[in-house]
């Protein structure tokens, strides 16, 4: 059986082609008639009302930080630790969340509450909380690995772009100063202070 072959004829190459420049002009059109939608809409909407999403009308462009875009609640953002009823940190210094962490970037030095104060012999408090922002690869590992709500990406804040190494480093007092997006200090899961009858009573020390 003898093989069919089709010869393809091969495209010409027109002036206009081989210029480029046709091609060329189409594209800056386009480009322009993008320029000026995204424009008219940016002023039609963004400045009549910044807090609204301008994605939401198509414009991938945004003024950015006056203009912020609508961040979804589940957002990974810098970190805080959330606060008890007397503005103490709800952390207890378990290390879930150092042990937790893949790029080793959490420090917590623990230490016992002073005698007299009932939570001694429950739980600890973190003396020292630092997070090297600059290290961490905002996974949230160490979210989910906290019993006690106590630590939180839901600030809705960037890490900001910085000159200096140490700015990066948030110790315990900064990340106690920065809120949810939503402004709360605290988080919203009831929490059980020793002495309070709610409280399950086991006692560290003793063991039970
Ligand atoms: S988000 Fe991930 S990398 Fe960052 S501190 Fe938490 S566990 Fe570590
Ligand atoms: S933030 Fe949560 S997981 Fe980390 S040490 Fe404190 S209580 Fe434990």
Known sequence: MTARTKVMKKPLRT???QSYLVELVKGLGLTLKHFFKGTQQMVANSYANPAEDPFAEGIATLEYPEVKRAY???WRGVHRLTHREDGS???????????????QCIYIKPAEYPAGDKRRGYERFPEEFVIDELRCIFCGYCVEACPCDAIRMDTGMH???????ASFIFDKEKLMSIPSQHGEFKSENPRH?????SHPGIDRLRGH
């Open 159 to 165: 890490m900001t772009a910085l000159d200096n190494r």
């Open 89 to 103: 940190p709800r952390c207890v210094a378990c290390l879930c969340c150092s042990t937790a962490c893949p790029a």
């Open 15 to 17: 002036l206009g082609d």
């Open 193 to 197: 202070e020793p002495g309070d009858p």
């Open 72 to 74: 979804p609640e589940r």
